[in-house]
């Protein structure tokens, strides 16, 4: 039976491949307490190589606190069975499986190769509104939901303007919690039908083509003479434009929901789209969108386009994101995201991690079991995470969630509360990873 991670704390829980950590496994209470070392037998299974012989290398305990020395071979998920010599004392424990006369605990660890153990898993979105285009919650609320649900950054992206991005990181910037907020936008160009997010871009490219359209006409104009013949539409100039624009503007460009449905039919033409993508100058697809469940078609048919294109010579990198304009009552929010590996939680880490591929995008409509697409390795990896990291990680976010949106109602004592708190969220997420 897998151990509720509410008895123990178990550190580290990812450690390096091929290599020899030290892992600590201390309970939280007295009724869960560990009975002399030698009532107690360790044994490593690994759920790719299976069975690990003389995996543990050595176990003691000290002050209540057992501690083994476990060599983890390759890179994979491994548990850790603690067996227990049967006690009357124990046998109704809530927290072990009793099975012939013996009592057994399992925690899970994942080892990894150097490249991602240097590497911090973080929880994302690039697409978001608020009541300043079509939402209905203000900027520097939508960021108290997000910490809230366990996410290390978003961006605000409401259609057609910039600014809002900018109040809301305003809003918040004497935060210490570690949470970002990244400016961005949805750009909507004249005449051109494609949706395309700027992340993190330095301007606005929807306040570039306003402040001078005659120019943005023109160099659209000029931009389609360069195209192919089947891809020489005004709409497939203009997206040109935008993804160029918002490299211009040092920032990540994204093409968003190809295959949102609307008056029966896509909501640009799939001629568009694969234009688009053939020339794949943008930075990451949104394979994963803000749809609600009747409109499930739409994800899958991106889904399938990803693959496809990366089964014929044309991979690209991926993001999920919620698109949510509604985050009290509504549906979408934390739905659909991104978790990707990244050096540090920085709108240049965040870009480099992502055209790097190594982001998987998320679906998780609410009740149900987590989708991931993206590498293959990074699935296996950020399966692990999805059922051993996040859940705890998010009770610790929420905490700081639920003092900042006490703050916002006016409550300046949380301010207060916020600084003696500290940051529970980083903490935890340095004990979860070993970095030697």
Same mark, same amino acid.
């Given at each position: ?8 704390? !178990? ?5 390096? @491949? ?100 240097? /590497? ?20 520097? $609320? ?19 303007? $910039?600014?809002?991005?900018?109040? @809301?990181?305003? $809003? ?119 749809? $609600? ?66 982001? /998987? @995008? ?20 950020? !399966? ?53």
């Amino acid at each position: 039976m897998h151990c509720p991670e509410k008895y123990f704390d !178990t550190f580290p829980r990812v450690v390096p @491949a091929n290599k020899v950590s030290r892992i600590c496994i201390a309970p939280k209470f007295s009724n869960v307490a560990f009975p002399p070392a030698d009532e107690i037998k360790l044994s490593l299974v690994s759920l790719s190589d299976h069975k690990s012989e003389n995996a543990v290398r050595s176990f003691e305990l000290e002050n209540g606190v057992l501690g083994a020395e476990v060599f983890f071979g390759n890179e994979q998920e491994h548990v850790l069975e603690v067996v227990i010599a049967s006690q009357p004392a124990r046998k109704n424990s809530s927290f072990a499986h009793r099975l012939s006369g013996e009592l057994k605990m399992r925690f899970r660890f994942y080892s990894v190769e150097d490249d991602l153990l240097k /590497l911090t898993p973080l929880k994302g979105d690039f697409h978001a509104h608020t009541h300043l285009s079509d939402g209905n919650e203000a900027p520097e $609320y939508d960021v108290c939901r997000y910490r809230q649900a366990g996410f290390d950054f978003m961006a605000i992206t409401d259609h057609f303007v $910039y600014e809002p991005s900018l109040l @809301a990181a305003d $809003y918040w910037k004497d935060l210490r919690t570690g949470f970002m907020i990244y400016p961005g936008e949805e750009v909507h160009l004249p005449d051109c039908n494609a949706h395309i997010v700027n992340f993190g871009g330095k301007a606005s490219v929807n306040g570039a083509a306003k402040a001078d359209e005659a120019k943005y006409r023109q160099e659209v104009q000029d931009i389609c003479r360069t195209l192919p013949e089947n891809g020489n539409t005004f709409s497939d100039g203009a997206a040109e434009w935008a993804f160029r624009k918002i490299k211009e503007f040092d920032g990540l460009s994204i093409f968003c929901h190809p295959y949102w449905e609307e008056c029966f039919g896509y909501s640009i033409p799939e001629t568009l789209t694969d234009s688009i993508i053939s020339r794949r100058s943008f930075d990451a697809l949104e394979v994963v969108s803000g749809f $609600y469940r009747h409109q499930w078609r739409s994800n899958a048919v991106q889904n399938a386009r990803w693959h496809h294109e990366a089964v014929h010579g044309n991979p690209m990198p991926v993001v999920g994101a919620s698109d949510a304009h509604c985050f009290d009552g509504g549906a979408l929010f934390d739905w659909f995201y991104t978790l990707l590996f990244a050096g540090e939680n920085s709108f240049e880490s965040i870009r480099e991690a992502v055209k790097a591929n190594r982001s /998987l @995008a998320v679906l998780r409509n609410e009740g149900q079991f987590p989708v991931l697409t993206g590498d293959f390795r990074l699935v296996k990896y950020g !399966t692990f995470l999805m059922d051993e990291y996040f859940p705890r990680y998010t009770e610790l976010c929420r905490i700081e969630g639920d003092l900042m949106m006490e703050l916002l109602r006016g409550n300046a004592a949380a301010a207060e509360a916020l600084k003696v708190l500290g940051t529970p969220a980083g903490e935890f997420r340095k004990m979860f990873f070993s970095r030697g």
